[in-house]
């Protein structure tokens, strides 16, 4: 066995490749004097600083490389998230920065929700409070709850859904349609499951069923029991959301710290 060993040693050691018939002292225009080998096989080395310099070049360059591929791929990411998130076109290119703050009231209610948006990059993830926004027309509460949605996607990574009342109202009908493309337990699912849920305009819902609210009902609820918020925006007063809406749903979007912020300033369209 040690023969057979010494045998492949031998062998090896006498490879052109491995062969060095001559070394002396050459040298490199940037670097100056070098130790050169010549090998049989006719290799020779070269500047050890100008390899080590090309090898740092090639590992930036591939770095550089994956980087970008990263890059390619969240921004692919991110516009399939936003394309699935039922964000309307009007809204895709717009950002925090762009609303406008006019009045103290308005200020604070900026502040609440940029507090609210933090709450998803924490390491534990979002406590699970929901938001209510109330109060009059064109104060922006749909454009503040698009820029959490688009933090959520674009920050975070996360998923988000924007939905209308009479669209979820829709949607849950077309559920019990034999005819239906997707199920109740599918419907629940796909509105439970993301990061962030909007239900916009929701004095609608309160034309609902009884078989209907208790889809609604589902829905909220199982976004509560996985901490999952839900953010509720109607144009109307509290107490007309809280009919609307009903007790038990109310209930979950108001514990653990769920906010109720009135937008009660003029119409930004006026």
Known sequence: MVSGL???????????????????????????????????????????ECEREREQQRIEYEKKKLEQ??????????????????????????????????????????????????????????????????????????????????????????TARYTTASELIRLIRES???????????????????NLLIIDEVLDIQYLTEAEKRILFDIIDARYRNMNPTIAISNRTIEDLKKALGLPIMERLKEGGGLILGFNWGSYRE
Not at 76 to 104: A, E
Not at 109 to 127: I, L, R, W, Y
């Open 69 to 158: 591929a990263e890059a390619i791929k969240k921004s692919q990411l991110i516009n399939k998230l936003l394309g699935d998130s039922g964000i309307p076109k009007r809204y895709i290119n717009k950002k925090f920065s762009d609303y406008v703050i006019t009045n103290p009231e308005q200020q604070a209610t900026a502040n609440d929700v940029k507090a609210f948006a933090k709450e998803f990059s924490q390491p534990d993830g979002h406590s699970g409070r929901c938001l209510i926004f109330v109060g009059n027309p064109g104060t922006g509460k749909t454009y503040l709850a698009i820029m959490l949605a688009k933090h959520v996607i674009q920050n975070c990574h996360g």
């Open 176 to 194: 019990k349609s034999f005819s239906s493309k997707y199920s109740e337990t599918e419907l629940i699912e796909a509105h439970a499951s993301c």
């Open 6 to 48: 010494t045998s492949v040693g031998h062998m090896l050691a006498n490879l052109p490749q491995l062969v060095v018939i001559e070394q002396y002292t050459t040298t490199c225009g940037t670097h100056g004097e070098y130790q050169q080998t010549k090998y049989q096989s006719g290799r020779v080395t070269k500047c050890p």
